[in-house]
């Protein structure tokens, strides 16, 4: 008789920490889209394609510096206080150790991109990794208490501060570091305030037994975040390598446009999926499909529209927003949105089966798709530039990263065929949309470019809606929106 209040307890501290993970990204996505807007005037094209090739590293160190503990403490069965020094301390030697290491093969990270002019902006920003050391175990530890509100207060925080830091340092003539230093100086103070509101008191300890049952679950995840960062971040090293850093600035923007969405949406989504599935896969896991299906129709429902008007009207929101000298980057914004909604897709199913505590199929899926994506992006990009790199992208999710996602959710007992023909729907709805928005754009090209992009995105959302959603569907908006 006292599950039903816990699990009411549990929803709303779900839907509270998805609240606020919302307003955090809405307002950080706000102000780095302000910021990004300012430097593209500010900067040149190359200073873009730098802090792509540092970026790219340092997601790539970020994705693997704490060996998978950060989930494992989300997933821990036990009490906290036995297990908290131990990770802070296997979580702090890693980070420092990765850090310490890539500092000295930086040089050769940047001449594989084809920019050893990168080499000091790539140590100044992957030392985020190290003050992440700091914070990653009291982080998981919010995120396992549905503290999200207050992991969204930090960000915010960070952001304020980056934000003016990285224009004055833009405008006074920094360049490439105007970006590095806002970051770093975002990750200072978002991370101190986490390890200040944790309320946790930071110990090192060592238990090897405790250790050992981190271990055993986060490397393999963390051998599988190493090749997703691998997967999300080849091309960058790729279009360096064989396009130029120029086009690399221009492939940079379009990647940070397409990512528009999973930044708002989809991380405010994981902060509360992953310590929610891991409670329903320990506590009711005959209901953990039914969960699946509803949360894969509503994410296809929020990020098709968006997807589809995006792609279809690259070249005027790019002239719009950046100015003519950056439409080159239209021609790989197409078709990166349409890898946007493969990639939030197969986020959801990595944790889904991270709660479910199969992170070794998590490796293979990321695996297989590593395989077929590095050849077809360096086949892109010889073949067709920017567009071909994007294109390449496109084709390695959907025949390969998507159904291999969809086979280990079936391989681990998710069932997800009754999905079927609501994404249906609703992929159809967005066909319906995209074409409404073309044949609009057309009709309006001699409009200026504001109105071309109010008439066709108001037509193709429009006709979206009508083809895409049912009246249940709605029923079900007003059920979340209430709720």
Same mark, same amino acid.
């Given at each position: 008789?006292?599950? =039903?209040?816990?699990?009411?307890?549990?929803?709303?501290?779900?839907?509270?920490?998805?609240?606020?993970?919302?307003?955090?990204?809405?307002?950080?996505?706000?102000?780095?889209?302000?910021?990004?807007?300012?430097?593209?005037?500010?900067?040149?094209?190359?200073?873009?394609?730098?802090?792509?090739?540092?970026?790219?590293?340092?997601?790539?160190?970020?994705?693997?510096?704490?060996?998978?503990?950060?989930?494992?403490?989300?997933?821990?069965?036990?009490?906290?206080?036995?297990?908290?020094?131990?990770?802070?301390?296997?979580?702090?030697?890693?980070?420092?150790?990765?850090?310490?290491?890539? *500092?000295?093969?930086?040089?050769?990270?940047?001449?594989?991109?084809?920019?050893?002019?990168?080499?000091?902006?790539?140590?100044?920003?992957?030392?985020?990794?190290?003050?992440?050391?700091?914070?990653?175990?009291?982080?998981?530890?919010?995120?396992?208490?549905?503290?999200?509100?207050?992991?969204?207060?930090?960000?915010?925080?960070?952001?304020?501060?980056?934000?003016?830091?990285?224009?004055?340092?833009?405008?006074?003539?920094?360049?490439?570091?105007?970006?590095?230093?806002?970051?770093?100086?975002?990750?200072?103070?978002?991370?101190?305030?986490?390890?200040? *509101?944790?309320?946790?008191?930071?110990?090192?300890?060592?238990?090897?037994?405790?250790?050992?049952? #981190?271990?055993? /679950?986060?490397?393999?995840?963390?051998?599988?975040?190493?090749?997703?960062?691998?997967?999300?971040?080849?091309?960058?090293?790729?279009?360096?390598?064989? #396009?130029?850093?120029?086009?690399?600035?221009?492939?940079?923007?379009?990647?940070?446009?397409?990512?528009?969405?999973?930044?708002?949406?989809? =991380?405010?989504?994981?902060?509360?999926?992953?310590?929610? /599935?891991?409670?329903?896969?320990?506590?009711?896991?005959?209901?953990?499909?039914?969960?699946?299906?509803?949360?894969?129709?509503?994410?296809?429902?929020?990020?098709?529209?968006?997807?589809?008007?995006?792609?279809?009207?690259?070249?005027?929101?790019?002239?719009?927003?950046?100015?003519?000298? *950056?439409?080159?980057?239209?021609?790989?914004?197409?078709?990166?949105?349409?890898?946007?909604?493969?990639?939030?897709?197969?986020?959801?199913?990595?944790?889904?089966?991270?709660?479910?505590?199969?992170?070794?199929?998590?490796? *293979?899926?990321?695996?297989?798709?590593?395989?077929?994506?590095?050849?077809?992006?360096?086949?892109?990009?010889?073949?067709?530039?920017?567009?071909?790199?994007?294109?390449?992208?496109?084709?390695?999710?959907?025949?390969?990263?998507?159904?291999?996602?969809?086979?280990?959710?079936?391989?681990?007992?998710?069932?997800?065929?009754?999905?079927?023909?609501?994404?249906?729907?609703?992929?159809?709805?967005? #066909?319906?949309?995209?074409?409404?928005?073309?044949?609009?754009?057309?009709?309006?090209?001699?409009?200026?470019?504001?109105?071309?992009?109010?008439?066709?995105?108001?037509?193709?959302?429009?006709?979206?809606?009508?083809?895409?959603?049912?009246?249940?569907?709605?029923?079900?908006?007003?059920?979340?929106?209430?709720?």
């Amino acid at each position: 008789m006292t599950s =039903e209040p816990v699990e009411s307890t549990r929803a709303g501290s779900a839907a509270r920490g998805l609240r606020w993970g919302l307003v955090a990204r809405g307002a950080s996505k706000l102000a780095t889209f302000a910021m990004s807007l300012v430097l593209a005037r500010l900067l040149a094209r190359e200073d873009f394609g730098l802090y792509a090739v540092a970026l790219s590293a340092n997601q790539f160190l970020f994705y693997v510096n704490d060996a998978g503990i950060v989930a494992a403490v989300v997933q821990w069965r036990g009490r906290l206080e036995d297990m908290v020094a131990t990770a802070t301390t296997v979580v702090l030697t890693i980070s420092v150790t990765v850090y310490a290491l890539f *500092w000295f093969s930086a040089p050769f990270f940047t001449a594989m991109a084809g920019s050893e002019s990168a080499t000091p902006v790539v140590r100044l920003l992957t030392l985020i990794i190290v003050i992440d050391g700091f914070v990653n175990v009291r982080s998981a530890i919010m995120l396992r208490g549905f503290r999200q509100d207050m992991i969204a207060k930090a960000n915010m925080m960070g952001i304020a501060v980056q934000v003016p830091l990285a224009i004055t340092l833009a405008a006074l003539g920094a360049g490439v570091y105007s970006f590095a230093l806002g970051a770093v100086a975002n990750s200072l103070v978002s991370g101190a305030l986490v390890l200040w *509101w944790a309320k946790v008191p930071f110990r090192l300890g060592f238990d090897r037994a405790i250790a050992g049952r #981190l271990l055993r /679950f986060g490397v393999p995840l963390a051998g599988s975040l190493g090749l997703e960062a691998l997967v999300l971040n080849a091309d960058a090293v790729i279009v360096g390598r064989t #396009l130029g850093l120029t086009m690399l600035g221009y492939y940079m923007l379009a990647m940070n446009v397409s990512s528009w969405v999973p930044g708002l949406i989809g =991380e405010a989504l994981r902060h509360v999926t992953l310590p929610g /599935f891991s409670r329903v896969a320990d506590e009711n896991p005959a209901a953990f499909s039914d969960r699946v299906q509803q949360i894969v129709p509503m994410l296809i429902m929020l990020v098709t529209p968006v997807a589809v008007l995006i792609g279809v009207l690259a070249p005027q929101l790019v002239a719009l927003l950046y100015g003519p000298r *950056w439409l080159p980057a239209a021609a790989a914004l197409s078709f990166l949105m349409a890898l946007m909604v493969v990639r939030m897709l197969t986020a959801l199913a990595f944790d889904i089966l991270t709660s479910l505590g199969v992170t070794r199929r998590i490796v *293979w899926m990321n695996l297989s798709w590593a395989a077929v994506l590095l050849p077809a992006l360096y086949l892109g990009a010889e073949l067709g530039g920017i567009r071909g790199v994007a294109i390449g992208h496109v084709v390695a999710a959907f025949l390969v990263g998507l159904p291999v996602a969809a086979w280990q959710l079936h391989r681990s007992g998710v069932v997800i065929a009754p999905v079927a023909a609501p994404v249906a729907r609703l992929l159809l709805g967005g #066909l319906a949309g995209g074409a409404a928005a073309w044949l609009v754009a057309g009709l309006t090209s001699d409009a200026v470019v504001l109105v071309q992009l109010v008439a066709a995105g108001a037509a193709g959302f429009a006709v979206y809606v009508v083809v895409g959603i049912s009246r249940a569907r709605f029923r079900q908006i007003r059920e979340v929106a209430a709720g």
